[in-house]
């Protein structure tokens, strides 16, 4: 019999429960004890929940209160010495503090402690606290949520498969933070803490442990596959069967080593790699366990049960009772239910599949294959087949026009009309700007009136025109908080903007939207990506009455804000019918227009955000080189129509530029904004090896936490920058947007950034 199990569900809750139960605990209206019956109320409904859909073996550990690795950071005691107290004592807040640089009391360190650096979760818009390894690291068992949350799962009945990241996985997520070692060498340290976690979990009665590998879908060097081998041969004598379960890549060159671990069994995402199958059925030990990723994790479309059936049972045939059918990866990555969603018309409905629908789809595809005759097998097939071909066949998917402005492209459309060299002079005379220019990335504090009224005018309770007087009232404040602490090139606030993706969405032809499609972007920040159903366009002007007005009420230079062609991609759920280049310039042909309208409309400087051009980079070095060549060339498409004297500017999120410095700087922007707080601005190595020749913005306090530097410590990131890149290129700016900080610690940063700039001018 083949078996129906899934490797991690949500953890935010179908209302956010986790964010509202977080932020209240973090501003100190609820209790501890209270915000830990919430987690404990969130994990028992989501287990009856993949229960109820038919998962037989449910995951536990998939929770957690941030994000996965910090809590195996916990686990393991990997805990930086400036958040440890005297004492020893690990707690939640210790966990806080790790996550956000602030801490209660009770962890017992500096409120003025720095967060640890956060970047990508591989390819994903997910984030993770990078762990800190220091050359005599010791790791200690000192965090218990694991086998707290087995005892809970065991005391309401499920048959549960503890979820942990693999020994490998983590110690490659990490950062040596001394020169002088290689984090691989602590490899041996970890290892026994890894037997005490199978030795406790056996005790507790705990048959399977599903190991996170995702690095096996990577360019591994040798000395990490050897010591894969040298890691599991040691870990088989431990206690516990031991699914390895690898995602977001084929195995490929890799697949020989992650089939022959001494391990029960492999999970395998047959959604992002479909041409493993069938040959891994060749690769595979006859005693072992092969579970196949059939469910996409990561998109929102319902899957098309009668192509994954003739896979499950050709595997089926080879397998027997060894075949486990799951989602391609953890369901983190999906939104919760679609059946919260009351507004979506039925037919882009009957399209879409969330988190609790996807389990549904992997118990049937289960029950297809050990019941093939059964009436709700039947019934499930024949309506995947008619969905299917509903939505092949729906002429709100394909538009001739924007077909054909897409074919029309020819290699002048993405050229500006200039060198950077002969623009910057230009635009240097034009701004007249000093030397460190300030500036911020765009948003401004989302406040709970701002947002009170952006729901008010959604719902109809207040009409367009009041909406509109709301909106420029709070663009007024923010101008005048911008000018009278001094920031050289200004902006607007976005408090009209929901999101940096949805907000443009929402007014292109081919998104659809949802209510409650929310998906965790880290700790309590979630997201509610768009969904690309069909060909993109723009219908009307987006932003140029908004920045026209804000351009009015003040002679400094007011900076447009846009949100780039490859971040609105990858920050939405996409189509799966068409590549990922097709639909990138579409949407850069829609940004194209807005661009040379706010041009038009006299605006000197615009910023076309791709905070996750890094992040669509592919897991294998192979495929790079294409996707660089189309996600370059789909900036260059939507920003090269404007005249030399317009200043272009982008942004980008946690970037490791290293191997991709060479598409950046083709990227052509005059002015690049970067993360580089929380890294002590050595993300600016790269930019110095490469000398690079635009200006740079690299940001000097980190908006993720709610810490304040002082103008020193941003003088002293400012004279590491000087180090590495000229004066005349550089930009003073925060790290990002500012929409989830308060006024209260906005305005004291903005006036330390701001002082800083000036100690730097002399």
Known sequence: MALAHNLGFPRIGRDRELKKA??????????????????????????????????????????????????????????????????????????????????????????????????????????????????????????????????????????????????????????????????????????????????????????????????????????????????????????????????????????GLAASLPVDGLHVDLVRAPEQFPSILDRVPAYKVLSLGVVNGRNVWRADLEKIVVILKQAADRLGDRLWVAPSCSLLHSPVDLNREDKLDDELKSWLAFAVQKCQEVAILTKAINQPEADEVIKALTESKRIQESRAESSRIHKSAVQNRLSAITAHDSQRLSSFSARIQLQHKRLQLPIFPTTTIGSFPQTKEIRTARSDFKQGRINEQTYTKLMQSEIDQVIAFQEKIGLDVLVHGEPERNDMVEYFAEQLDGYLFTRFGWVQSYGSRCVKPAIIYG???????????????????????????????????????????????????????????????????????????????????????????????????????????????????????????????????????????????????ELLDAFKAFNYPNEIGPGVYDIHSPRVPSSDEMVALLKKAVELIPAEQLWVNPDCGLKTRGWVETEAALVNMVAAAKIMRG
Not at 72 to 91: A, C, D, W, Y
């Open 535 to 681: 060909d993109l366009s723009r219908p009307k002007a987006m932003t140029v009455d908004w920045i026209s007005y804000a351009q009015s009420k003040t002679n400094k230079v007011m900076k447009g804000m846009l949100t780039g062609p490859v971040t609105m991609l990858m920050w939405s759920f996409p189509r799966e019918d068409v590549s990922r280049e097709v639909q990138a310039n579409q949407l850069a042909l829609a940004i194209r227009d807005e661009v040379v309208d706010l041009e038009s409309a006299g605006i000197k400087v615009i910023q076309i955000d791709e905070a996750a051009f890094r992040e669509g980079l592919p897991l294998r070095r192979a495929a790079w080189q294409h996707y660089l060549d189309w996600a370059v060339n789909a900036f260059k498409l939507c920003s090269a129509g404007v005249k030399d004297e317009t200043q272009i500017h982008t942004h980008m999120c946690y970037s490791e530029f290293n191997d991709v410095i060479e598409s950046i700087a083709a990227m052509d922007a005059d002015v690049i904004t970067i993360e580089t707080s929380r890294s002590q601005m």
């Open 22 to 255: 977080l932020e209240a605990y973090w501003k100190g209206d609820i209790s501890e004890a209270a915000l830990q019956q919430v987690g404990k109320e969130l994990r028992a409904a989501h287990w009856k929940i993949q229960q109820q859909a038919g998962i037989e073996l449910l995951p536990v550990g998939d929770f957690a209160w941030y994000d996965q690795v910090l809590t195996h950071s916990l686990m393991f005691g990997v805990i930086p010495e400036r958040h440890q107290n005297k004492e020893g004592k690990v707690t939640l807040d210790t966990l806080f503090a790790m996550a956000r640089g602030v801490a209660k009391t009770s962890c017992g360190c500096s409120s003025g402690t720095q967060a640890q650096e956060m970047t990508k979760w591989f390819d994903t818009n997910y984030h993770y606290l990078v762990p800190e390894f220091t050359k005599n690291q010791q790791f200690k068992l000192s965090w218990n949520q694991l086998f707290d949350e087995v005892t809970e799962a065991k005391a309401l009945g499920y048959a549960i498969k503890p979820v942990i990241i693999g020994p490998l996985t983590y110690l490659w997520l990490g950062k040596e933070k001394e020169a002088t070692f290689n984090k691989l060498d602590l490899l041996e340290r970890l290892l026994p803490l890894y037997g005490e976690v199978f030795k406790k979990l056996a005790e507790q009665g705990v048959e399977w442990v599903q190991i996170d590998e995702p690095i096996l879908g990577l360019d591994l060097p040798q000395e990490w596959k050897a010591a894969f081998e040298r890691a599991y041969n040691l870990l088989q004598r431990e206690p516990t069967k031991k699914l390895i379960a690898t995602y977001f890549s084929g195995l490929e060159d890799n697949v």
